[in-house]
Structures are given as C-alpha cells and as structure tokens.
C-alpha cells in the first residue's frame, strides 16, 4: 500500500510538470511559447530538486512546503485556466492526498 501513495504523489508532481508545459505553451506566442513551454517545468523540476525532493540539498522544511504548493498548485490553476476545471480539481486531490500520504511514510517509515 505504500508503494501506491508514493506512485499517487510522484505522478501528481509529473503530470505538474506537464501541465506548466502546456499551459506556457497556450499563454505564450511566437518564440515566447517555447520559452514558458520549456522553462516553467525545467524552473519547477530545478526548484523541486533544490528544496523537495527526498534528497535535496536544501534541507529547509519551510521552502519544502513553500515549493510544493507553487509547483502543485500552480499547477491546478494553469489546468483551470486551460479550461479543464475538473481536471484540476482532480489533481489537486491526487496531490494533497499523495503529498500528505508521503509525508506520513517518511516521518512513520515502518508503516
């Protein structure tokens, strides 16, 4: 079962990166679209890095949460604002209860 929490949160934190892909993609026009296109998620995924991964470098428990909500809440509002109302909704469970669960194995590893 915990296998599952983690597979919840890590695709929640991918199909962010997705989504800050096309949503710079639809916000911008001419070579101002490949820039946010490419340069949302590549900036979340470096941040992510940085400050919440399991490893990160940074240990600072503040800008952990600080980091995942920008990314993953970014995230929900690009998707609505991309139109897809539900589809952002969705991923905002899918995030809360993957981000909430992970945390819960990290400070309870033998559960």
Sequence with gaps: MNGL???????????ALVVL?????????GPGRWLLAAGLPVAA?????????PRARL??????????LLVLGGAVVALADLGRPW??????VASVVGATASQQLVLQPGR
Excluded: H, N
Aim: charged letters at 10%; proline letters at 2%.
């Design 45 to 53: 995924a470096v941040l992510w890095g940085a400050f919440a991964a």
């Design 87 to 92: 589809w952002a909704a969705l991923l905002a």
């Design 21 to 29: 892909a096309a949503w710079g993609w639809s916000a911008g026009s």
């Design 59 to 68: 240990r600072v428990p503040t800008a952990k949460v600080a980091v995942k």
């Design 5 to 15: 929490w983690l597979a919840l949160a890590f695709l929640s934190e991918v199909a």
